[in-house]
């Protein structure tokens, strides 16, 4: 029982992380501007887990201004390179504010979303058959 349970919360973690993402970028893409960036670097956090590499990304405001930092708010694929273009969209009044759209974000969204949907979905069912309320499985 305890797998089912954790796989209903692995699932709305990941769908909760998704929506909130897709959230700031709705703000950013509303209320920010757009630019144009290149994603000069990596950083890897100082855990030695299996923590994803954060993006470091350079690119020029509206005002002219350079910005290089790096943000935890992005969906890159895996396969993402150096010196790769990228669309950052940004605040104006905090441009240190910033989300790396990746090239394929909105799909990569819809498939880590449906995962999650699928995860908890899966969860449910499992754990509602190992309750005896539905019988899929004898």
Do not use: H
């Not at 005002?63 to 943000?71: A, H, L, N, S, V």
């Not at 979303?113 to 058959?129: D, E, H, R, Y």
Request: net charge positive; hydrophobic share 45%; aromatic share 12%.
């Amino acid at each position: 029982m305890t797998p089912y349970i954790a796989l209903i919360i692995m699932g709305i973690i990941v769908c909760l992380v998704m929506f909130s993402m897709k959230n700031k970028y709705r703000l950013l893409a509303s209320i920010g501007e757009k630019a144009d960036g290149t994603l000069v670097d990596f950083e890897y956090p100082k855990a030695k887990n299996n923590s994803p590499k954060l993006p470091v990304a350079r690119f020029k405001t509206k005002d002219e201004q350079w910005i290089t930092g790096k943000t935890e708010n992005s969906l890159l694929s895996n396969n993402a390179q150096k010196n790769s273009q990228v669309i950052i969209f940004y605040n104006p009044a905090n441009p240190e504010e910033f989300m790396i759209q990746g090239r394929n974000f909105k799909l990569m969204y819809l498939i880590v979303m449906a995962g999650g949907i699928l995860f908890t979905v899966s969860g449910v069912l499992l754990l509602l058959n190992y309750a005896g309320i539905l019988k899929f499985f004898k």
